[in-house]
């Protein structure tokens, strides 16, 4: 597995794209002392969330897999198989995963839990906010590419 080479437009090229860990540090999260401690932080969530044994994979996404300098934070979408939606919202420490205030105050990751086969949060982030298409000089309609890491 390696990371495609980013777009001319500062993106990852359109798709879900399988990655390790250890190449996500090597790609975005060592460029400099904000991206190593925004990683770092995701790491630490991540072992949270392994520490579940419900999630097989994380989506990562949003601008701290393009080219930004400083992302505010890591947007992120943990996979959740449909039949193991119960076990999560019965867990006694279901608020580490449930409650995205204290996940992105803590970890600087914006959470997102996708219990759909189709996932639908994933298709989601694939689309550039306007915002960000406009600052790029892209259509409205540009789809970026996600990062799949499995757990």
């Known amino acids: 597995m390696a990371i495609p ?46 520490s579940f044994g419900l999630f097989p994979a994380v989506i990562t996404d949003g601008s701290f897999v393009t080219d930004k300098d400083a992302p505010g934070d890591i947007d992120a979408v943990l996979l959740l198989p449909r039949a193991d939606l119960a076990k999560l919202t019965g867990h006694p420490n279901r608020l580490q995963i449930l409650d995205q205030h204290a996940v992105k105050s803590q970890y600087g990751v914006h959470l997102f839990v ?16 306007p915002a960000d298409a406009l600052a790029r000089k892209l259509p409205p309609t540009t789809r970026r590419g996600v990062l799949k890491v499995t757990l």
């Open 5 to 50: 080479d980013m777009t001319s437009a500062g993106l990852l090229p359109p798709g879900v794209h399988d990655a390790t860990l250890p190449e996500v540090e090597q790609v975005f999260g060592s460029r400099n002392e904000h991206r190593v401690e925004l990683f770092q932080k995701f790491t630490q969530f991540l072992k949270v969330a392994r």
């Open 114 to 129: 996708d219990p759909f086969p189709a996932g639908p949060w994933t298709s989601f982030f694939q689309h550039l906010k």
